[in-house]
């Protein structure tokens, strides 16, 4: 019996022990956003020990469960689009409580009321790595990319000093940035905020497994209907920047029962004259996304999406101007018009985008995503235009003060002195007289005839019109991506994407300002050639048109660009050591099809241009070295190839077809080391970086006083390069207090002297053929020092509270070419050579913010910013040297025209109210 009764003890303390085991195997949690304690669904959680890498998603209640039959050290990876990556390291099972409660915080609040575009970094889908190091989270945004991202933004800061189309721009893997100039698209979903706030990011080099990438990193919005969180969502904002008002409204349902899934948002934002005069704002925003799941394996997507926008711009002017009406935001593209105020320039569209997404998992390891898009639509910009008349606009150089003074061979006190009265007293000295160009239009009755003495018109011919500049574009996309899982240590990527785009360039009579009709012939033609009427003729099959509103006039023709790519990803992980190959091949091709036969040019402006062909191509690659579960050092390097944007490479498309001789790609050798922190306390990196532009062209065209003829000014075998160094640190000094520091140093400089060719806009005469002498010169268009000092509180009721101190300095002006000639290096003194450095200078922006937990799965959220607290308002933010230059009688440069600037604005505010629900 005694020997009956050990056994059964035995077996309970065993019994007991397994259950004890096997509750230690699972732990169980949830994940919340810190700033308002709302559950997080959808957030992978990934965990590392022993060489093997797992992952699951929190449901929608936020839940997770993570299964682990071991011991020992355990890395948990919380990743999330739009939050900050959480890392946890704990020993399993004593630390397993650590994983009950975990917060995330989002990747930018003060920022997120901003309406600007949100970057967020996220890991690929799968998340599946090799070794018991956790991999380096490149896909989260670290300190540095969060700040310079929304801080450093009002002074125009451009990360490494790339320009925007060295950033490649994605919506569902279809890539979006402009093929006539590689610009940006944010205005094709400005407004929409809330549903293009998932995305799929990664900063300069590294890899990613939707494209091959660029220097300036890669953003993929993510628009699939299933991956929203089911709610509604309420918003309103008020501000004083660039509009009043913002109300936003969308709708999710998520994945249904029936297989469904249905997000839908609609957006608005006005205003009248915020922070600068005449910057009025009016857009609209529309938004569908449907997703139907036929199998788990099979779904279709559908994305339409737009956001139609008008809005009145600002220019930028000399300092002469604004010191003469007492502001740095002067506007001079504005006046009055029967006493209401009048913007002259003005910028308008609407460019609907619609998509068609087939989702295939294939299998566990394998899954295809392919996908066709449209885009169409319009885009106006309308400015001032004007044949027979003096110029119209309120800071032309005739009409201030310095034109009979230091502009003057000979100068004219009395003459300056009545000009800088007639600036302080009179306001239509300041502005637009709208008034006084009906007046002209409406008392110039004019009969018209053509060569052969037939009536042509009769009526008020407009002197001053309103153009619409339009750039209309029809881009159709295919792309299609695989995704394998090869083992736990290899991962491969591999892709294709066509893009076929024709853009529409014309002009459109917007308003005759009280007149009857326009003649569409070439003004400056006319001056040109008077003794030959058939050279003024913008078309001569359909020569002396009479135009009204909404007639098309001036010049037209179409751009046609094609692009086909494929691209590769290799990614390789193991215990202390990851890295990754990628590669790209693809060929664009363009050509301008002008449909005006000008009389400038007869055999070169009607028809098909040449059509011109260029390869491209890039590798790259990568390795991490994880020295431990918190340090590693990462080494990137590229070298790629692309062509040349149209915009560039056709001299003077509104008129002919010709383009630059002997046109060449672009060539880029780019690498950047890092050392990368993730502990418990502190985050952050620290990066060197360096990169080398050959081979770049750039397009301008100007009116040229020596010559006294509108020319076209081409450089070509442009060189630059680009270091420097970025660090950001995040300090968690309590659970509660977080301070951060981020610095970015750069060496921006032209590294040659380029070749130029001057030749007469009218004729293709060449003026003129040299080098300009740009080497050792600062690269413009951002502050190449900036820092940041920040701190913020999350206080234990769902309110948080922050500081940020920015410094901005070493910002240069933008060159104009002609200055650094031998002509000019021998007629100008050093001072207008040099190039101008602007004035460096502090910021202090706050931000605070509650959210309110009304009942359960019903958030208020408020937030309110304010920037540059301390007003400050002679921060420059760009500039640029007027390309036109002041001659002598005896045909001497004697100066240029005065360089024109931009201010960031004082202080501003943005408050912004949320009911979610």
């Excluded at 998603?57 to 990876?77: C, K, M, N, P």
């Excluded at 004593?94 to 997120?112: G, H, I, M, Y």
């Excluded at 300090?731 to 750069?746: C, D, H, N, Q, W």
């Amino acid at each position: 019996m005694r020997r009956i009764l050990q056994i059964i003890c035995l077996m309970l303390v065993a019994l007991c022990g397994a259950q004890a085991q096997q509750q230690i195997d699972k732990a169980r949690g949830a994940v919340y956003e810190e700033q308002t304690g709302t559950p997080i669904p959808a957030v992978d959680v990934t965990w590392t020990a022993e060489g093997i890498t797992s992952q699951v998603r929190t449901d929608a209640s936020g839940a997770y469960t993570i299964s682990y039959s071991g011991t020992g050290r355990l890395t948990v990876i919380f990743n999330k689009s739009g939050y900050r990556a959480e890392v946890l390291e704990l020993e399993w099972p004593s630390e397993a409580n650590r994983l009950e409660r975990v917060t995330l915080t989002p990747t930018l609040t003060a920022a997120d009321m901003a309406d600007l575009m949100t970057t967020d970094f996220v890991m690929g889908d799968d998340g599946v790595t090799a070794g018991d190091i956790s991999p380096l989270l490149t896909a989260s945004r670290d300190p540095y990319t969060n700040k310079a991202g929304f801080q450093f933004s009002p002074m125009r800061f451009r990360v490494r000093g790339y320009d925007s189309y060295y950033q490649s721009q994605y919506l569902n893997g279809m890539q979006m940035n402009n093929m006539n100039n590689g610009y940006s698209s944010y205005s094709l979903w400005n407004g929409l905020n809330n549903v293009v706030r998932v995305q799929n990011n990664e900063d300069g080099l590294q890899p990613i497994d939707y494209s091959f990438g660029n220097i300036g990193g890669t953003m993929n919005i993510l628009t699939r209907a299933s991956g929203y969180r089911p709610g509604t969502t309420l918003t309103f904002s008020g501000s004083n920047r660039t509009y009043n008002y913002r109300t936003m409204i969308t709708h999710a349902t998520g994945m249904m029962p029936e297989g469904w899934a249905i997000t839908a948002s609609a957006s608005r934002r006005w205003g009248n004259h915020s922070y600068v005069q005449g910057q009025f704002y009016d857009a609209w925003g529309y938004f569908l996304s449907l997703e139907k799941q036929f199998t788990p394996q099979h779904s279709l997507g559908l994305v339409v999406l737009a956001a139609p926008t008008e809005r009145g711009v600002a220019s930028g002017t000399t300092q002469e101007v604004y010191d003469l009406v007492g502001s740095n935001y002067y506007n001079p593209n504005v006046g009055f018009q029967g006493g209401v105020l009048r913007n002259a320039r003005v910028r308008s569209n609407h460019e609907p985008i619609i998509q068609l997404h087939h989702y295939w998992q294939i299998n566990e390891k394998n899954k295809l995503t392919t996908g066709v898009g449209y885009r169409f639509g319009w885009n106006a910009y309308s400015a001032l235009n004007w044949g027979n008349g003096p110029d119209p606009r309120p800071d032309y150089y005739r009409n201030l003060p310095s034109y009979y003074g230091y502009m003057s061979e000979t100068q004219d006190p009395d003459m300056a002195a009545y000009y800088e009265e007639l600036w302080h007293s009179d306001c239509n000295m300041r502005y637009i007289d709208w008034d006084r160009l009906y007046n002209i239009n409406r008392n110039n009755y004019q009969v018209l005839f053509d060569e052969q003495g037939r009536q042509i018109a009769e009526g008020n011919r407009s002197i001053y019109v309103v153009e619409d500049r339009r750039s209309d574009q029809r881009q159709f996309n295919f792309a299609t991506t695989w995704n394998a899982l090869i083992n736990k240590h290899l991962r491969f990527d591999l892709g294709a994407n066509y893009r076929l785009n024709r853009t529409a360039n014309f002009n459109v009579i917007a308003d005759l300002l009280g007149g009857d009709y326009w003649l569409d012939i070439d003004k400056y033609s006319e001056r040109d050639f008077a003794q030959d009427p058939s050279k003024s003729q913008v078309d001569l099959d359909n020569p002396n048109r009479v135009v009204g509103v909404g007639d098309k006039y001036g010049h037209n023709y179409l751009a046609h660009i094609q692009e086909a790519e494929l691209w590769g990803n290799l990614w390789g992980q193991s215990r202390h050591v990851d890295g990754y190959l990628a590669f790209t091949a693809g060929w664009t091709g363009m050509h301008r099809e002008g449909l005006q036969r000008r009389g400038l040019f007869p055999d070169d402006s009607f028809g098909d241009s040449k059509h011109l062909n260029f390869l491209n191509y890039g590798v790259k690659g990568g390795v991490t070295y994880k020295i431990t579960g918190r340090h590693y050092l990462v080494a990137n390097a590229a070298w790629m190839q692309r062509a040349p944007y149209f915009a560039d490479i056709f001299v003077s498309p509104r008129t002919r077809n010709q383009y630059v001789t002997d046109p060449r790609p672009e060539r880029i050798l780019s690498g950047d080391v890092s050392y990368v922190l993730r502990s418990p306390f502190v985050k952050g990196r620290i990066t060197g970086f360096y990169t080398h532009f050959y081979d770049k062209t750039d397009n301008m065209s100007f009116y040229d006083d020596g010559y006294r003829a509108f020319s076209n000014y081409v450089l070509t075998n442009i060189e630059s390069t680009h270091m420097g160094v970025e660090a950001g640190m995040e300090f968690k000094i309590t659970p509660a207090l977080t301070a951060i520091a981020v610095v970015s140093y750069g060496q921006y400089r032209y590294a040659n002297n380029p070749d130029y060719v001057q030749t007469v806009d009218n004729s293709q005469r060449l003026l003129e053929q040299d080098r300009v002498y740009w080497k050792g010169f600062h690269v413009s268009g951002t502050p190449q020092t900036a820092a940041n000092l920040s701190v913020s509180y999350q206080f234990p009721f769902y309110m948080w509270a922050g500081l940020d101190l920015n410094y901005f300095g070493r910002s240069f002006i933008s060159l104009n070419p002609i200055r650094r000639t031998d002509k000019a290096r021998a007629s100008l003194p050093y001072d207008y050579v040099r190039q101008e450095v602007f004035p460096g200078g502090f910021t202090l922006d706050a931000n605070v913010g509650y959210s309110w937990r009304i009942k359960s799965g019903v958030y208020l959220r408020l937030n309110l910013s304010a920037s540059n607290l301390l007003n400050t308002k002679t921060l420059r933010s760009g500039g640029y040297e007027q390309l036109r230059v002041r001659y002598t009688k005896d045909g001497k440069m004697m100066r240029p025209f005065d360089s024109r600037y931009f201010y960031m604005y004082g202080t501003t505010f943005f408050f912004n109210a949320a009911l979610q629900f």
